[in-house]
């Protein structure tokens, strides 16, 4: 296959700072305002000014190989050559149509200038809008395709079986079931259905490669119980102390966040199997960072978590019956076992034995959840909680967000579980909201 010349858009550097070694046996060009860009952003203390300071390190780091300098072009690992690009000949122009006032078109004009020189060219950008333009000059572009995962496609996590009557009965009476289903990924969930209405729910081991009943509930968690198949898949998923990660995907009002507070509650205040509960979610304002907001951090965080307070105080009302559940919650923040947080201050930090909820992961990147899983110390365990159809950050997709990119790359392993809830359980009136509009 011939050698392609694949120019790096700012937001592909900044959605994944290893992009420049992800173009094996071709050539990558960096174009000078792309660099600009970076060292504007590299002073952020956010996660695109830690993304920015890694590209520019890397970069920086090239210029200490033998094999060429970064305007020529330097060999690195997997045949790829790198090279920066000043775009010096504004005046020469020739058939660019755009004006050079704006940074997207000086990133075109360098995909166009290098098709003119006779290179084969591919912008590679998270923007539409420039690669719309990118194809109305003629230079072909694409989207970061690595870190992707088939939204469309998305692993469920569990699925119906019909099977004979005689193997439903075979499960209630022995408690397992052996069944030749080679596609079965570990810990998915079956609804086993036959023509006789008699049915049963169940977990595949992958460990045993049978299918096993799920954990029998003694009494409601917090004052809940799940309303449907895929809460009650859910739920069981969460109280499984030896499934580490989980991912909960679905629309709003499907109860992914209740329910991951509601076993987090149990595990944590009811059983001791965990120390605290960390709640973080993405701070994504509309352009402004959580630092504008007055107050101490406390203060600031309050309004980001509001959903997680919501959900805090009906399920300590639930717990409590027909009180407010105010002294329930009270009790709780006061126990110092729950702590709220903003996901941009967990890296660095090693989390042992706790309960981790990331709330809203899809608008996260891959890089970033990569960084906040790899934040869990021994015993912790992970659930990450959204909707990849309702995303805030401006380069990422259904396809290419964190929590889609997290189930595609974890399904295959044991300790790992996900559930893809489909049923709005919040209210008649939110169920069909989120149907027909």
Same mark, same amino acid.
């Given at each position: 296959?011939?050698?392609?010349?694949?120019?790096?858009?700012?937001?592909?550097?900044?959605?994944?700072?290893?992009?420049?070694?992800?173009?094996?046996?071709?050539?990558?060009?960096?174009?000078?305002?792309?660099?600009?860009?970076?060292?504007?952003?590299?002073?952020?203390?956010?996660?695109?000014?830690?993304?920015?300071?890694?590209?520019?390190?890397?970069?920086?780091?090239?210029?200490?190989?033998?094999?060429?300098?970064?305007?020529?072009?330097?060999?690195?690992?997997?045949?790829?050559?790198?090279?920066?690009?000043?775009?010096?000949?504004?005046?020469?122009?020739?058939?660019?149509?755009?004006?050079?006032?704006?940074?997207?078109?000086?990133?075109?004009?360098?995909?166009?200038?290098?098709?003119?020189?006779?290179?084969?060219?591919?912008?590679?950008?998270?923007?539409?809008?420039?690669?719309?333009?990118?194809?109305?000059?003629?230079?072909?572009?694409?989207?970061?395709?690595?870190?992707?995962?088939?939204?469309?496609?998305?692993?469920?996590?569990?699925?119906?079986?019909?099977?004979?009557?005689?193997?439903?009965?075979?499960?209630?009476?022995?408690?397992?079931?052996?069944?030749?289903?080679?596609?079965?990924?570990?810990?998915?969930?079956?609804?086993?259905?036959?023509?006789?209405?008699?049915?049963?729910?169940?977990?595949?081991?992958?460990?045993?490669?049978?299918?096993?009943?799920?954990?029998?509930?003694?009494?409601?968690?917090?004052?809940?119980?799940?309303?449907?198949?895929?809460?009650?898949?859910?739920?069981?998923?969460?109280?499984?102390?030896?499934?580490?990660?989980?991912?909960?995907?679905?629309?709003?009002?499907?109860? !992914? $966040?209740?329910?991951?507070? #509601?076993?987090?509650?149990? %595990? *944590?205040?009811?059983?001791?199997?965990? &120390?605290? /509960?960390?709640?973080?979610?993405?701070?994504?304002?509309?352009?402004?960072?959580?630092?504008?907001?007055?107050?101490?951090?406390?203060?600031?965080?309050?309004?980001?978590?509001?959903?997680?307070?919501?959900?805090?105080?009906?399920?300590?009302?639930?717990?409590?019956?027909?009180?407010?559940?105010?002294?329930?919650?009270?009790?709780?923040?006061?126990?110092?076992?729950?702590?709220?947080?903003?996901?941009?201050?967990?890296?660095?930090?090693?989390?042992?034995?706790?309960?981790?909820?990331?709330?809203?992961?899809?608008?996260?990147?891959?890089?970033?959840? !990569? $960084?906040?899983?790899?934040? #869990?110390?021994?015993?912790? %365990? *992970?659930?990450?909680?959204?909707?990849? &159809?309702? /995303?805030?950050?401006?380069?990422?997709?259904?396809?290419?967000?964190?929590?889609?990119?997290?189930?595609?790359?974890?399904?295959?392993?044991?300790?790992?579980?996900?559930?893809?809830?489909?049923?709005?359980?919040?209210?008649?009136?939110?169920?069909?909201?989120?149907?027909?509009?």
């Amino acid at each position: 296959m011939s050698r392609k010349t694949f120019v790096i858009d700012t937001n592909v550097l900044l959605h994944d700072p290893d992009a420049i070694r992800r173009f094996k046996d071709n050539d990558v060009v960096i174009p000078l305002v792309v660099l600009e860009e970076l060292d504007g952003m590299k002073r952020f203390s956010d996660e695109l000014g830690k993304n920015s300071r890694h590209v520019i390190r890397y970069i920086d780091s090239l210029k200490d190989l033998k094999a060429g300098n970064l305007h020529e072009g330097v060999r690195i690992e997997n045949g790829i050559t790198v090279r920066i690009y000043l775009e010096t000949k504004y005046a020469e122009k020739k058939s660019f149509p755009l004006s050079l006032d704006r940074n997207t078109n000086r990133v075109l004009w360098v995909a166009h200038q290098l098709g003119e020189m006779g290179e084969p060219v591919v912008l590679v950008s998270k923007d539409f809008v420039l690669r719309v333009k990118a194809e109305a000059v003629g230079v072909a572009a694409e989207d970061y395709e690595t870190s992707k995962a088939s939204y469309d496609k998305l692993y469920r996590g569990y699925r119906k079986l019909e099977v004979p009557k005689r193997d439903i009965d075979s499960f209630y009476k022995d408690g397992t079931l052996t069944i030749d289903v080679p596609d079965l990924a570990p810990n998915e969930y079956c609804v086993l259905t036959c023509p006789e209405q008699s049915s049963a729910v169940c977990k595949y081991n992958p460990v045993t490669r049978r299918l096993e009943p799920l954990l029998k509930l003694q009494r409601d968690i917090w004052g809940i119980h799940p309303l449907n198949i895929e809460q009650k898949c859910a739920l069981d998923l969460l109280l499984r102390d030896d499934i580490k990660l989980i991912t909960l995907v679905g629309p709003a009002g499907t109860g !992914k $966040t209740l329910l991951a507070l #509601a076993a987090g509650l149990k %595990k *944590v205040f009811d059983e001791s199997a965990y &120390t605290r /509960i960390l709640v973080s979610r993405p701070i994504i304002p509309l352009g402004k960072d959580i630092g504008y907001l007055p107050g101490t951090k406390e203060e600031k965080l309050s309004h980001w978590m509001q959903p997680i307070y919501d959900n805090l105080e009906f399920l300590c009302r639930s717990l409590d019956g027909q009180s407010s559940g105010q002294e329930t919650q009270r009790w709780i923040m006061e126990s110092k076992k729950i702590e709220m947080e903003a996901v941009a201050y967990i890296r660095g930090r090693s989390l042992p034995k706790m309960w981790m909820i990331i709330d809203e992961a899809q608008n996260l990147t891959p890089h970033e959840v !990569k $960084t906040i899983i790899s934040r #869990a110390g021994q015993g912790t %365990k *992970v659930v990450l909680t959204g909707d990849p &159809t309702q /995303i805030d950050n401006p380069y990422l997709d259904k396809d290419s967000n964190a929590l889609t990119y997290t189930v595609g790359r974890f399904k295959d392993y044991s300790l790992y579980g996900h559930i893809f809830l489909e049923r709005t359980e919040r209210s008649e009136l939110a169920a069909l909201a989120a149907e027909v509009l």
